[in-house]
């Protein structure tokens, strides 16, 4: 189902809103949505919120073109965002809440792979997950808006990033 740029709008509002709570407390999942890569849930209480603008690439690290490669392009977005955090003072363990866009639902198990391998298991940020009918440039397949929250009292300062 492709989404007109108002449904967009209003989804990416609405999620805005609901994650303003932010996140370190992860409900676990309940019998229904066992074994997702995304939390039900998390919680905060008190630190630092970061506002992550919307990331997504053509490119890859060292300037590879990686249009129309959804796994590519996922994990150097997942690496832009971890760029930005820590010069905002975060890391990408600390992202609590992400909107997904992608341009293909059938990329769909793909990205939640990739987010498996990037986050710690049980520690998913809450998420969801769009479908656009394009993103700003061609061969654009995935954008991640991400909310981060850095040193709340729910979560060590030094929580373990998953083994790469």
Not at 8 to 28: E, G, I, N, R, T
Not at 107 to 122: D, H, L, P, Y
Not at 137 to 160: H, R, S, Y
Request: aromatic share 4%.
């Amino acid at each position: 189902m492709k989404l007109t740029a108002r449904q967009v709008l209003l989804a990416l509002a609405a999620s805005l809103a609901a994650q303003a709570a932010s996140a370190a407390d992860y409900l676990p999942h309940g019998e229904r949505t066992q074994g997702r890569t995304y939390s039900p849930a998390v919680t905060t209480e008190g630190g630092k919120t970061i506002w992550l603008a919307g990331e997504t690439t053509t490119t890859d690290l060292n300037g590879k073109d990686i249009r129309g490669d959804m796994e590519a392009q996922a994990r150097t977005v997942f690496a832009l965002i971890d760029q930005t955090l820590q010069r905002a003072g975060g890391k990408l363990s600390d992202v609590v809440s992400m909107t997904v866009y992608l341009t293909d639902p059938r990329n769909g198990q793909i990205f939640q792979k990739v987010r498996s391998e990037t986050f710690a298991k049980g520690r998913y940020p809450a998420s969801a997950q769009v479908t656009v009918s394009a993103l700003a440039v061609p061969g654009m397949l995935v954008e991640i808006q991400a909310i981060a929250v850095v040193g709340d009292k729910l979560v060590p300062v030094n929580a373990a990033q998953p083994a790469r």
